[in-house]
Nanobody
Framework: EVQLVESGGGLVQAGGSLTLACTAS????????IFWFRQSPGSERDGVSC????????HYADSVKGRFTISSDNAKTTFYLQMNSLKPEDTAVYYC?????????????????????WGQGTQVTVSG
């Protein structure tokens, strides 16, 4: 059974940094992509970033490019989202998710698939 547990959320001032962690267990060869999604009140859940556990390729939403970095530990059991230069609009519940692959490019932007497995989420609040 795939289990994903997020941690590291909290309150941070605009311009600050925060690192989220996702501890994964039960991953199989059918889950080679780990995602970070986010959802703010009244909005849809949006893809933020994804990393391939196969080759480490990372993809980002346009809104976070250059500010957020996704990574994993060597064992590929813990995945991180380093968030820098945070803005109030980054305030959301952040979810870790897993699926076979990340998605694809369309018209210059990366479109993430809708993953099969989800964590419970961790709240990030950026005060401005």
């Amino acid at each position: 059974e795939v289990q994903l547990v997020e941690s590291g959320g909290g309150l941070v001032q605009a311009g600050g940094s925060l690192t989220l962690a996702c501890t994964a267990s039960g991953l199989t060869s059918d889950e080679q992509a780990i995602f970070w999604f986010r959802q703010s009140p009244g909005s849809e859940r949006d893809g933020v970033s994804c990393i391939s556990t196969f080759d480490g390729t990372a993809h980002y939403a346009d809104s976070v490019k250059g500010r957020f970095t996704i990574s994993s530990d060597n064992a590929k059991t813990t995945f991180y989202l380093q968030m820098n230069s945070l803005k109030p609009e980054d305030t959301a519940v952040y979810y870790c998710a897993a699926d076979l692959f990340c998605g694809s490019y369309y018209s210059g932007s990366y479109i993430f698939v809708d993953p099969d497995y989800w964590g419970q989420g961790t709240q990030v609040t950026v005060s401005g």
